[in-house]
């Protein structure tokens, strides 16, 4: 449980850097993340490497005790590289060319960038790679960032070609695999194909998709790439990247098997605001942040991390990018900080030492106030390193007993074909995710090639392409599991399946998708749940079962359905019968709710349990009377937090 800052030394004036580094130390950071956009210091002009700045701040940082996390500077190519190979910029859907003047201004396609990235990394990690005081690298910062995973550029389409020519082996199989017969969309040669975008109407769904695999695969190599080469230089160091939240044009884990841990950037405020939640959801924790919003995050990187993560920038004030910037509740920074160590992080880091005066995010707040005076995001870091310092170093968190199966293929087959506006499936997973959360669940957040054994209980919030070995995992693992609407509704070619949707799982679940409407918000579908109303949303579908319903809709048809601990869901569920089903299928696992007060959310890290309280008034823990607490006591005030020990040592 470290504490870490990011910092810019190249930022701010040499004659500050000795007094940030003491003030770090002091406060009880111990890691320093530096480097990332600092490639026009690095090297001002074509192979001319001013090193004499950067081994000064790494010996300045050093001396003063900190460990380095050193970054590979390949989100920001400078002016002059760019201008060597106009063609390594990104282009938009619009077919546009993305420019020069800000950041990412990069194409994962360009053979050209790559080899300067491969050129930059070898530079500053054979500098730096046996630096006793750097012990961590990073790739690159934020991938996919400001939409720029996906790039139309004249590069992107001839990899494109060459992905696709690999994937199908012939121009026949490609042209089966996409129904190009649809429209006369058939090629006669790989060459012919382009990027799916400048289509005059909906361009054909399973290309897309190919186009999401494509640009998912290259994030990846493109990751791969610099992790190569740093680990020949720093062999024994750890190389992380820094993820970003709710987003998924890349398939994380995919990069996060290179890595030797996982961080992610965590802005549970601006979050907030820039995403689906409802506005009485955005004014009730305004200053807090969603009670599942970091947490989801959490749960997830562990899994993209395989177990070692982190947070690699943890907002400490305002930030500067959304909509609205609300500063945080007083104690939230440390609460935050906190609930990222309960579950189970390694490092927290803050984004970031001193606010910018100058620059795109000079109204972003920092540790430290534009003017160097400690803010109060600093004050609450430096009451965190106390406490940790008093409760003393936690094991990692020990598998759940709950996983939800994160598949970010099923969020692009969404994102192509929604069929309902709004259904997006990453709002689907954190809605089951913040179901099982309200009852006091932990949760382990998985991939779909998982090994489900040791699992009570397995939600698939949806899996609309569902693989031959996830249904033997899920079988093998005995679990009881639910599968959300749409699962197995196509192929991996993304066809509708032959024996109709659920596809495969019509194996182990007797249940057939005869047909599917979308619904407008407003227009239901009502579900009875015995004597309950109540309701879906968005979406409904027509089951052929013999099954007997756990819940019907108001024509009395199957809703919800169960055989053999599989249970299946032909809606999306609002609040209530989520919760209904949740509870359902928590009792079915063996496993208990703890009553929670709401906007109070628990974790266990090694043999301490943490109860955070998100909602803006006093709550209470669901301690047991007489416990004795590490931190907080029975009563949470708004932003508070408390920990206390669940069995004795
Ligand atoms: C992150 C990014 C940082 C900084 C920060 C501001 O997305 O990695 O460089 O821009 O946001 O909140």
């Not at 701010?12 to 000795?18: A, F, G, I, R």
């Not at 993305?98 to 201004?105: D, V, W």
């Not at 989520?578 to 063996?590: F, K, S």
Request: charged residues 20%; glycine residues 8%.
């Amino acid at each position: 449980m470290k504490l870490g800052v990011c910092y810019y030394p190249e930022q701010w004036p040499e004659e500050m850097w000795v007094d940030d580094a003491r003030r770090m130390a002091e406060l009880g950071i111990t890691w320093v993340r530096i480097g990332e956009f600092a490639w026009s210091r690095i090297e001002p002009e074509p192979r001319r490497f001013d090193w004499s700045w950067l081994d000064r701040a790494v010996e300045t940082l050093a001396a003063a005790g900190l460990r380095i996390i050193l970054c590979t500077p390949t989100a920001t190519p400078p002016k002059w590289l760019v201008d060597k190979h106009p063609d390594m910029l990104a282009g938009d859907a619009e077919g546009r060319t993305r420019g020069f003047g800000s950041r990412r201004h990069y194409c994962f396609s360009s053979q050209a960038y790559r080899g300067e990235c491969a050129r930059i990394t070898e530079a500053v990690a054979g500098r730096y790679g046996g630096h006793p005081a750097v012990g961590a690298w990073q790739t690159d910062n934020e991938f996919g960032c400001h939409d720029t995973t996906i790039s139309y550029s004249q590069n992107a389409a001839q990899q494109f070609r060459i992905w696709l020519a690999q994937r199908y082996q012939s121009v026949d199989a490609l042209n089966r695999a996409w129904g190009a017969v649809f429209w006369s969309q058939e090629y006669r040669d790989f060459d012919e194909v382009l990027p799916p975008n400048l289509t005059v109407t909906e361009a054909n769904p399973s290309h897309r998709l190919d186009y999401n695999r494509f640009a998912s695969d290259e994030v990846a190599s493109f990751n791969r790439l610099q992790v190569e080469i740093i680990r020949r230089h720093a062999p024994g160091r750890d190389v992380t990247h820094n993820f970003m939240g709710f987003y998924t044009e890349f398939d994380h884990f995919a990069v996060g098997r290179d890595l030797d841990l996982a961080t992610w950037d965590s802005y549970p405020l601006g979050f907030l605001e820039q995403f689906w939640f409802p506005e009485a959801d955005k004014l009730r924790y305004l200053r807090q942040g969603h009670p599942d919003i970091s947490a989801f995050h959490h749960d997830l990187y562990r899994g993209v991390g395989r177990g070692r993560w982190g947070v690699m920038e943890q907002q400490p004030g305002p930030v500067n990018w959304a909509r609205y910037n609300p500063a945080p509740l007083p104690g939230m920074v440390r609460s935050w900080t906190w609930e990222a160590f309960a579950h189970g992080a390694e490092l927290v880091s803050y984004f970031r030492w001193r606010q910018a005066p100058f620059a795109q995010e000079q109204m972003h707040a920092g540790l430290n106030r534009p003017d160097n005076v400690l803010d109060h995001g600093g004050h609450e870091a430096a009451q965190v390193a106390r406490e940790v310092g008093a409760l003393g170093q936690l094991a990692g968190c020990t598998s759940a007993r709950v996983a939800l199966i994160f598949s970010y293929e099923a969020d692009w087959q969404f994102g192509i074909q929604p069929h309902a506006r709004g259904f997006r499936w990453l709002q689907l997973a954190f809605e089951m995710y913040s179901g099982l959360r309200r009852m006091g669940l932990d949760v382990d957040i998985v991939p779909p090639d998982a090994d489900f054994s040791g699992y009570a209980l397995v939600v698939a919030p949806s899996l609309p392409i569902i693989e031959a070995g996830t249904l033997a995992a899920l079988t093998a693992s005995g679990a009881v599991v639910l599968f959300g609407p749409r699962t197995g509704s196509r192929t991996r070619d993304g066809h509708i399946p032959a024996n109709l949707p659920p596809g495969p799982l019509q194996d182990r679940l007797a249940v057939r998708v005869a047909r599917v409407e979308s619904l407008r918000p407003g227009a239901g579908p009502d579900v009875d749940v015995g004597p309950d109303r109540m309701s879906g949303r968005l979406w409904r579908e027509m089951l052929e079962t013999g099954l007997t319903p756990l819940a019907t809709f108001t024509d009395g048809a199957a809703a919800w359905v169960v055989q053999a601990r599989w249970h299946y869901l032909a809606t999306w569920p609002d609040a209530a019968l989520l919760d209904a089903v949740m509870a359902r299928v928590v009792a079915d696992a063996g496993l208990s709710k703890v009553q929670l007060d709401e906007g109070v959310r628990l974790r266990r890290r090694d043999d301490v349990q943490f109860a955070f309280n998100f909602a803006p008034e006093t709550r209470r823990t669901p301690a047991p009377e007489g416990t004795v607490f590490l931190l907080g006591g029975p009563e949470l005030p708004a932003a508070g937090l408390a920990a206390w020990r669940i069995q004795p040592q």
